[in-house]
């Protein structure tokens, strides 16, 4: 055979299936050829592993043992049970591939039956004999396992189907390698064929001009030509031979004679006449064949030429007869001429046929028409191959052509199919015809699902869409570029931009990009720069609010430490006080909102705010809105700023309020203090106390799908003119620094309700409360200059002082002030100075003073100022600042602690 067995089969494969059999029969086998290779081993036992196969005698025994096996199968079941000559059992299954046995698969190494004495001591001497440690040989010994003959015949239906599977993948492997092999000589002979046509189609193709030469064996298959001699040759009676032009044979000679072949030929004045006489009868004569008598013989020849338009290919020569009366003399001379011995050249030609002038003539005539057809088949030979190389080279330039267009095509559905931007092809009649995969995704389809569609089913069609439809639009114009609310296949709505071309005929090409997130971004930088405006506008009126708050605050202050505790107009007053505090603390909340100003934290009760929100809310709310309230009052101190827990409650209960406005329903308020165990659901709380603040309300609940998106900046479901989509991303980032956590539960058409958990502060509240007023104990006598522009405000801060014991010398101009200092710099203790006044800014005259006088202490007052803050106050020297407007205490505290810290020699910190 051609082929091995490991050639036949895979090995590897082969390995792990015995491997699985074992590991399911624990049956040791082995695959090996009849060579004796061992190619597979599964369990095999280790007294063969370790002993017999590595012993030289031992091994070369196990092997002429497997291979002379083959000599003896069961021809009824195919296989032979039997002992090796060590003592074991085998049984042998054989291979055999297309007649040809090539391996032999065994099973066994086993006893049929347990080892009595006898056995036992026929190991122990084979040990003794070839020089096997005793003690470990006859341990594996011990561990060959016993396989009762009735149970290896039973199994051996399945070993022997399991070789005849092998030897079948065996045989398809060689049906497959001797297919491809014959495959390889059948494509080797093709392209033999395919050249040599190649060949033949480009020799006839070029022009025939005369210094062109054709190859005979270009025009014609040589094998039919050659028949056609032999059988001219044949009924005619005379020898022929087609030369090339030069002389050289293109064909076998038919019956050429002796004379010719074995006596003139072979002389070299003969062949030399010959190749003479050759040439000069083949050439071409148009009015028939030459006939003469050769040179070297006085027989007769004949020749006529085959040609395509007058250019001679070949000579088609005959010949070699010759007339009774020729002379005998004659012929013994041709024989001394050419060098012939006289009496062998006077017998060959004795057996030259003989034939009649006329004959000949006749034969030769013959010739020359049959020649005249080969040339003019030969001329229908290259018209024909003209003919096969010009559709050749037309389907070469069609199939370019075809290729170039396929090309083409497939660079344009990858660019296409690829590109980032949606792309639909339509129809004339607006019907998607193609659709990219970005066009698919970003309308939620498959692609197939939107072939056939038109944008009149995927536009959401509003009163503030574009006029006319897009495809029409498209149709009238040549082009489209416009926005458009687009459906998508989940019923979602996106913003999308269409520009649309006409590509020719009746296509349409329409790109599609969305624009949604650009449009939410859009909507996100015109609320910003909303809130920067706000921040702007805040920054520009602060110092002025804060002014106008200022005397307000200072002379509530003032007028309650007038009034006594009895008084009537006590409570009056400390609600005028608290007012003007909490729009001091809005200027703050809006300044800070806008990263102008810093957020201050202070142990405070959210039930005193809960209690201000709901005597504002109850005023607002329509009579179909109830409140239900449940407010603890011994809930305990939380640590925060208390105009942002204001914030916090009136986002939460202006939004109930949004939701129940059409219907009506209960506003639910609830406040308690709880301990906290186990962590909140998707919360990070840690346990501990807090304080729960619940808002409820009986509205129109929340979309489930909208409900992770609430907390989202700038998301919304209210109309344009009712929210900006920051209300609950504010609530939620306050809760959070405040180391809080919100939820929310939602029914639709139920209602919802918002949790919000405070840690309740821990320390004892030794701090004053803002909204609390306190009676100042600081006081002193040094003198004070103090400079504000505006008359009310100095006024005011002037009684503070004076009523503090302070001595005030009170300017409003800074200049005037300046030259006042320059007068008497040793006269003062102290500069109090508004920060924004005309002519001079406060942070500039403090520069000036402390160049005349460097230890002088100075607090800055300022309603609102970016440029001044306590680190630039502490860089510049200035050792107290004091924010508008600020009640009486604030400014009686920053005033002592500047002049006892200045008194000590001690550096204040700001």
Sequence with gaps: MKYTFKELVDIKKLQELTDEMYIATSTPSSIITTEGEILTGSGWQRICTDFHRKHPQCARECIESDTNLKKNFDKDHNFVIYECPRGLIDALFPIIIQGEHLANFFVGQVFLKPPDRD????????????????????????????????????????????????????LARLNELEALEKLRKNEAELVQHQEALEKRIISLTRPLAKDHKIDFHDLFNLQEIQNIQDNFAQISGVASLIISPEGIPITKPSRFCRLCSDIIRKTEKGLKNCHCSDTFIGRYHPDGPVVQTCLSGGLWDAG??????????????????????????????????????????????????????QKFENIAKALYVFAGQLSQMAFYNVQQARLIAEIKASKTEIFQANERLRLSEEKYRSY???????????????????????????????????????????????????????FTNLKETGYVSREELLICKDGSIITAFLDGVFLGTTTYMIFISDRTEQKKLEMQIRQSQKMEAIGVLAGGIAHDFNNILFPIIAFSDMLLD???????????????????????????????????????????????????????????????IEIEQDIDQECGFVLADPTQIHQIIMNLTINAFHAMQENGGVLTIQLKSLDIQNTITDSKLEPGAYICLKIKDTGTGIEPENLKKIFEPYFTTKNQDKGTGLGLSVVQGIVAKYRGHIQVGSTLGKGSIFEVYFPVYAQENKDKIRYETSICSKCGKEKILLVDDEKDIAQVETQILERLGYKVETKLDPLDALEEFKNHPDKYDLLISDMTMPKMAGDILSSEILKIRPDLPIIICTGFSEKMTHETAELMGIKGLLIKPMIKSEMAEMIRNVLDADLKGQKKSI
Excluded: C
Aim: aromatic share 10%.
């Design 119 to 170: 056995r036992e001591e026929f190991f122990r001497n084979q040990a003794r004999r070839f020089g096997f440690n005793e003690k470990e040989y006859m341990s594996a010994f011990r561990e060959i396992p016993v396989f009762p003959e009735h149970k290896l015949r039973a199994a051996a239906s399945f070993l022997s189907k399991f070789a005849a599977w092998v030897a079948d993948t065996g």
């Design 304 to 357: 006529t030429s085959i040609n395509i338009n007058e250019q001679h290919v070949a000579s088609w020569l005959i010949g070699q007869v010759r007339n009774e009366a020729q002379d005998e003399k004659k012929i013994l001379e041709y024989a001394l001429e050419i060098g012939a011995d006289p009496l062998a050249f006077k017998e060959a030609f004795q057996e030259v046929p003989v034939m009649s002038k």
């Design 416 to 470: 296409v199919s690829h590109s980032p931007l949606g792309i639909i092809i339509a129809d004339q009649d607006g019907k998607f015809t193609e659709i990219n995969k970005a066009a698919a995704n970003i309308l939620k389809y498959f692609e197939d699902e939107l072939t056939g569609m038109s944008f009149s089913q995927i536009v959401n069609q509003t009163k503030h869409s574009p006029p006319g439809d897009v």
């Design 562 to 624: 007038d009034l006594s505790f009895d008084s009537p107009y006590r409570s009056n007053v400390e609600a005028i006080l608290r007012a003007a505090l909490r729009a001091g603390d809005l200027v703050k909340q809006i300044l800070g909102f806008s990263r102008h100003e810093k957020q201050e934290e202070n142990p405070l009760k959210i039930q005193v705010i809960l209690k201000e929100v709901l005597k504002l809310i109850r005023a607002t709310l329509p009579a179909t």
